[in-house]
């Protein structure tokens, strides 16, 4: 086929294309990602930050930093003036938390779900809409029965709509259940906690002490992210517990949650 032919035929399938596919014929690495702040520098350490255009999934059980970790990266992104949701399944999230933690609630859409259905169908409309630097979805209180019944197609329907957008898509569960649509699965697991003995001068209860924070494992479960090398060279104190999901120490770092009356 001579080279004006081929010129021609490739100039008609980009015209056909253009508006739905952006350069049909150039080649993207699917793992390379812009990859922005969690705000909390161990989690930088190790992973490099949350992918735009992306799924991430943040796991583990109950107590575990799991919306440490969403606040502070909720405060982060509306601090650079972006405009993030948080589709909020069972309506748990506590503004007045949200707000010391640093969030800019007035770039904050909401959304207060009841159950994981309205959640699933409000996350499809907020990611079809675009606008938005983040897109939290919080089924941390979603019993695990539940969220394993989310069909395999709708995490990739949500993965295919963030795709070469600059939206962070941050899901908080129990349990990772995205299986290969996630491009960063993490899981966190509390340490020993933190405790404040009673002030001298306290004549009541002498013997109280007030819970100050904790620390907080996180386990790399699964990455596809290229993360330049020097990243993983932070020093930053490791966990003395077993481990839970890999062996290997790199994928391994220790960061500290506080209570709000600590600061």
């Known amino acids: 086929m001579a080279a004006s032919s081929l010129a021609a035929l490739r100039s008609k399938i980009e015209g056909d294309l253009r508006g739905r596919v952006a350069s049909p014929f150039a080649y993207r690495d699917r793992n390379a990602f812009e990859l922005v702040s969690t705000g909390i520098p161990e989690m930088d350490a190790l992973v490099g930050g949350l992918p735009r255009g992306a799924m991430t999934e943040i796991c583990g059980a109950a107590c575990s930093g799991r919306t440490s970790l969403l606040l502070s990266a909720l405060a982060l992104r509306t601090a650079d003036g972006e405009v993030c949701a948080l589709v909020d399944a069972r309506d748990s999230f506590d503004p007045l938390s949200g707000n ?5 609630l ?7 779900c009841q159950n994981i259905e309205q959640a699933l169908r409000a996350t499809d409309l ?3 809409a675009g606008g938005f630097g983040m897109v939290a979805v919080d089924l941390s209180d979603v019993p695990t029965k539940t969220v394993r019944q989310v069909p395999l197609n709708a995490w990739f329907r949500f993965r295919r709509a963030v795709e070469d957008t600059p939206t962070i898509l941050l899901l908080l569960e129990q349990e990772p259940h995205a299986k290969t649509c996630a491009s960063l699965v993490v899981r966190l697991e509390a340490g020993e906690a933190q405790w404040t003995e009673a002030s001298a001068s306290s004549n009541y209860y002498p013997f109280a ?23 993983r060279a932070v020093d930053i104190r490791r966990g003395t517990q077993p481990k839970m999901a890999l062996p290997r120490d790199a994928d391994r770092r220790v960061f500290e949650a506080e209570t709000i009356w600590s600061k």
Do not use: M
């Open 100 to 104: 010391a933690a640093g969030i800019a």
């Open 209 to 231: 002490k007030l819970l100050r924070g904790f620390a907080v494992r996180t386990d790399v479960v699964r990455s596809r992210l290229q993360i330049p090398k020097e990243l």
């Open 126 to 128: 907020l990611i079809q």
């Open 106 to 112: 007035g770039k904050l859409l909401w959304v207060r």
